[in-house]
Every structure is written in C-alpha cells, then in structure tokens.
C-alpha cells in the first residue's frame, strides 16, 4: 500500500492530556541580546539593490493600478451601453 511506512506508529495519545511545564522566562536584557544577534544575520542591501527594489515594485503596482482602471473604465462603459 502506498500509505504503509517503515516509521514506527504514532502513540495514540500523543499530545493528549499531558502539557509541558512552562520553562523559565527570557529577561528583557536577554532578549534584546537575541534581537541584536539575528539582527547581525540579516543581509542587508545595498543602497543601489534597495533603490533597485523599490523601483520595480513601484513600477508593478503602477502596472497594476493602469490594468485595473482599465478594466474598470472597459466596464463601466460597457454597462452604462447595455443599461443606458
């Protein structure tokens, strides 16, 4: 059968009835150590990419906005023929 594994079975009340106990909470200071530290991580763009970037998504939505009004006016038009 195409649903048969070779995984053990799952227990049957797994995750049923039984809750961990909450763990120590993270101080504020701990926290803000973290934040910075996957801040470190990121990639950030350059100045050109993020210009880069924000022109094309610009340009997009302006595509976007000229499609839709379009269709909007192509529509518009078509029912105010039909309607009258």
């Given amino acids: 059968m195409a649903t048969e594994t070779r995984d053990e079975p ?3 009340d797994e995750g049923k009835g039984k809750r961990k106990a909450p ?3 993270t ?4 926290f803000v150590r973290q934040i910075i530290a996957e801040l470190r991580k990121v990639i950030w763009p350059t100045r050109r990419e993020l210009i ?3 022109t094309v ?6 595509v976007m906005v000229a499609i839709v009004s379009g269709v ?4 518009q038009k078509g029912i105010y023929e039909l309607f009258g």
């Fill in 52 to 54: 880069t970037y924000t």
């Fill in 27 to 30: 101080s504020p200071a701990l």
């Fill in 23 to 25: 763990s120590k909470r």
């Fill in 72 to 75: 909007d006016y192509g529509l």
């Fill in 10 to 12: 799952e227990a049957k």
């Fill in 57 to 62: 998504s610009l340009v997009f939505v302006l």
